[in-house]
T-cell receptor, first 112, second 110 residues
């Protein structure tokens, strides 16, 4: 069964450093999403991406964040200058014609 | 904010049916009801969704009341591996993001 994959599973970085989280959505899916979940809190929407551009973003998704689909398979989330409060699980999701979103296993980001 | 209300936690005996309720009294006519679950810190897992008819798949059944203001997710024979946080979400179809609430923490007990 097709699935969303994410790398790395765990990323440790120093405050102020740039990180790139990678996702490979399900093939043939058209909509892509990033969510995050701070430990013990709710899953929060960050951004959605369709037709090579951002279709919607939340207040969390400020200028420090960017997304890109550099090729036909990868979907990336970049945080330019990480802060302590960026420590969280980051989930990628994708959806195709059925509109059900399928989530990846997540990347645990730890900012020291 | 989430448009749904769920009990914060529930227990269920292994092998018994788990019935998880959800209130969505402000649901609009073209919004679907989705159920996801999250086991520990894994990515949310899709379970089932519906508009107004009851739905069943290999994982669960979804019962939506006639007025669509509430629904129940039924896991017919709960196992220990069904211990997770279950999220009930209402949303418009096609492209819109999901708004997760705190969900119901289901504990399946041996």
């Amino acid at each position: 069964e097709p699935e969303v994959t994410q790398t790395p599973s765990h990323q440790v970085t120093q405050m102020g450093q740039e990180v790139i989280l990678r996702c490979v959505p399900i093939s043939n899916h058209l909509y892509f999403y990033w969510y995050r979940q701070i430990l013990g809190q709710k899953v929060e929407f960050l951004v959605s991406f369709y037709n090579n551009e951002i279709s919607e973003k939340s207040e969390i998704f400020d200028d420090q964040f960017s997304v890109e689909r550099p090729d036909g398979s990868n979907f990336t989330l970049k945080i330019r200058s990480t802060k302590l409060e960026d420590s969280a699980m980051y989930f990628c999701a994708s959806t195709g014609g059925t509109d059900t979103q399928y989530f990846g296993p997540g990347t645990r980001l730890t900012v020291l | 904010d989430a448009k749904t209300t769920q009990p914060p936690s529930m227990d269920c005996a292994e092998g018994r049916a788990a019935n998880l309720p959800c209130n969505h009294s402000t649901i609009s006519g073209n919004e679907y009801v989705y159920w996801y679950r999250q086991i520990h810190s894994q990515g949310p897992q899709y379970i089932i969704h519906g508009l107004k008819n009851n739905e069943t798949n290999e994982m669960a059944s979804l019962i939506i009341t006639e007025d669509r203001k509430s629904s129940t997710l039924i896991l017919p024979h709960a196992t220990l591996r069904d211990t997770a946080v279950y999220y009930c979400i209402v949303r418009l179809p096609y492209g819109q993001n999901f708004v997760f609430g705190p969900g119901t923490r289901l504990s399946v007990l041996p």
